[in-house]
């Protein structure tokens, strides 16, 4: 895949329409060889009752290539083989594999080839008449690759997580992908836009983008957050040891719970702006307000004084 590389500052916004689905399945590539009147073989009609599963196996070999071009793909792929019923039953896996060129063999009947990579799939019907037969299914399909900073300073991945939804309509987030992102994952997609929610610790520093994926390209997109990390500390005067068994609450100015936490000195990643800090300890109560600046990591005292 080619590479594409984005820094996104704060929540940057794509159009939110979403194209989503794998392609669809080709049509029958035997043409109708019963006459000009006559539905093809693999269609049923109150004459003509669709190909059976039996008669003699041949070798049906498939391979997949990204998008329009012809590159190969080699890794990554899952191939199953499902019965074409025309009953409108549910069909039946005859045969799958996970290598990226498998040959299957398959008696005399009408089949659907899938293979998926990643999220992006592809499919094909296929009449098997007792002959060797090739297939090449093509996958339109890029991917993610997504990480975060502060400013110029990259976040460890270990402190980061994403989630990737489908946008529907006016809401951003209409259909979760995939929750639980890594950073430096690549997480290959169907090409269309997506929406990106990107957590940084486990509280509320979080950033949002719509982003863009391209078939055959990889999309590096970096999050920029605007937070830090604060240790909390209860102390008997500024610099002192921290008292051990303290409960933390850090709330907004309008008394929204952001986090709670027990320690001598617990760390919190917070949003930049402003704060309550609520310390309690052997039946007392303490508070201050602070400010958290981006990228500033520091130390938040609260003095244990009436």
Same mark, same amino acid.
């Given at each position: 895949?080619?590479?594409?590389?984005?820094?996104?500052?704060?929540?940057?916004?794509?159009?939110?329409?979403?194209?989503?689905?794998?392609?669809?399945?080709?049509?029958?590539?035997?043409?109708?060889?019963?006459?000009?009147?006559?539905?093809?073989?693999?269609?049923? @009609?109150?004459?003509?009752?669709?190909?059976?599963?039996?008669?003699?196996?041949?070798?049906?070999?498939?391979?997949?290539?990204?998008?329009?071009?012809?590159?190969?793909?080699?890794?990554?792929?899952?191939?199953?083989?499902?019965?074409?019923?025309?009953?409108?039953?549910?069909?039946?896996?005859?045969?799958?594999?996970?290598?990226?060129?498998?040959?299957?063999?398959?008696?005399?009947?009408?089949?659907?080839?899938?293979?998926?990579?990643?999220?992006?799939?592809?499919?094909?019907?296929?009449?098997?008449?007792?002959?060797?037969?090739?297939?090449?299914?093509?996958?339109?399909?890029?991917?993610?690759?997504?990480?975060?900073?502060? @400013?110029?300073?990259?976040?460890?991945?270990?402190?980061?997580?994403?989630?990737?939804?489908?946008?529907?309509?006016?809401?951003?987030?209409?259909?979760?992908?995939?929750?639980?992102?890594?950073?430096?994952?690549?997480?290959?997609?169907?090409?269309?836009?997506?929406?990106?929610?990107?957590?940084?610790?486990?509280?509320?520093?979080?950033?949002?983008?719509?982003?863009?994926?391209?078939?055959?390209?990889?999309?590096?997109?970096?999050?920029?957050?605007?937070?830090?990390?604060?240790?909390?500390?209860?102390?008997?005067?500024?610099?002192?040891?921290?008292?051990?068994?303290?409960?933390?609450?850090?709330?907004?100015?309008?008394?929204?719970?952001?986090?709670?936490?027990?320690?001598?000195?617990?760390?919190?990643?917070?949003?930049?702006?402003?704060?309550?800090?609520?310390?309690?300890?052997?039946?007392?109560?303490?508070?201050?307000?602070?400010?958290?600046?981006? @990228?500033?990591?520091?130390?938040?005292?609260?003095?244990?004084?009436?």
């Amino acid at each position: 895949m080619r590479r594409r590389t984005v820094w996104l500052a704060g929540a940057a916004s794509l159009p939110a329409a979403c194209l989503l689905v794998a392609p669809a399945g080709a049509q029958n590539p035997f043409g109708n060889g019963l006459g000009p009147n006559l539905p093809a073989p693999s269609i049923t @009609g109150p004459g003509l009752p669709g190909p059976s599963l039996s008669g003699e196996e041949a070798a049906l070999a498939v391979s997949a290539v990204l998008g329009a071009g012809e590159r190969r793909l080699a890794s990554g792929l899952a191939w199953r083989v499902y019965e074409d019923r025309s009953d409108g039953g549910r069909p039946a896996i005859v045969a799958r594999s996970n290598e990226a060129e498998p040959s299957f063999r398959l008696p005399a009947g009408a089949y659907v080839v899938t293979v998926t990579y990643g999220y992006a799939s592809a499919s094909k019907k296929v009449v098997m008449s007792g002959q060797p037969q090739s297939e090449r299914l093509k996958v339109n399909a890029g991917a993610l690759k997504l990480s975060g900073a502060i @400013g110029d300073t990259r976040i460890a991945p270990g402190q980061l997580s994403f989630s990737v939804f489908v946008p529907i309509g006016t809401n951003s987030e209409g259909r979760l992908v995939r929750s639980g992102v890594k950073a430096g994952e690549l997480l290959r997609l169907p090409e269309g836009t997506y929406h990106v929610v990107s957590t940084y610790g486990e509280s509320n520093a979080i950033q949002r983008a719509d982003l863009k994926v391209e078939n055959g390209r990889v999309t590096d997109a970096t999050l920029n957050h605007r937070a830090a990390t604060v240790t909390l500390k209860l102390v008997a005067s500024a610099g002192a040891e921290a008292f051990a068994g303290t409960a933390f609450s850090v709330l907004t100015p309008g008394g929204d719970t952001i986090r709670e936490a027990i320690g001598a000195f617990p760390q919190v990643t917070l949003a930049e702006g402003d704060y309550v800090l609520i310390a309690r300890h052997d039946g007392q109560v303490y508070t201050r307000e602070f400010k958290v600046e981006s @990228g500033l990591d520091r130390d938040v005292e609260v003095l244990a004084k009436s």
